[in-house]
């Protein structure tokens, strides 16, 4: 008699994707917010052992990218709006 438990099987990583998309998130917030939320996923995954940890490397690069992408991008508009935002009302017609 097998006495074993039967495991699950662990799922593939998918840290080069995660790398892509934290790097289109500097261009385009949304890639960052995506790669952030995956490679949280992802990262506790692995922690559980129910993800290939041989990726792990690649998943928190590519979410500490996203993290920085979508940082960047929010800075940027908040910029747009307290500095060009405030500075194009001075040039709006009194009513």
């Known amino acids: 008699m097998n006495h074993a438990?039967?495991?699950a099987p662990v799922k593939a990583h998918?840290?080069?994707l995660l790398l892509v998309?934290?790097?289109l998130g500097?261009?385009?917030?949304?890639?960052?917010?995506?790669s952030w939320a995956l490679g949280n996923r992802d990262l506790q995954a692995m922690a559980e052992g129910k993800m290939d940890p041989s990726g792990e490397r690649l998943t928190r690069a590519g979410k500490?990218?996203?993290i920085l992408?979508?940082?960047?991008n929010l800075l940027w508009i908040a910029k747009k709006i307290a500095i060009d935002g405030?500075?194009?009302m001075g040039s709006m017609p009194s009513p």
């Open 5 to 7: 438990q039967p495991t």
């Open 14 to 16: 998918r840290g080069l």
């Open 21 to 23: 998309f934290g790097l």
């Open 26 to 34: 500097t261009p385009l917030w949304i890639f960052g917010a995506v």
């Open 64 to 66: 500490i990218l996203g």
């Open 69 to 72: 992408g979508l940082v960047m």
């Open 86 to 88: 405030v500075g194009n």
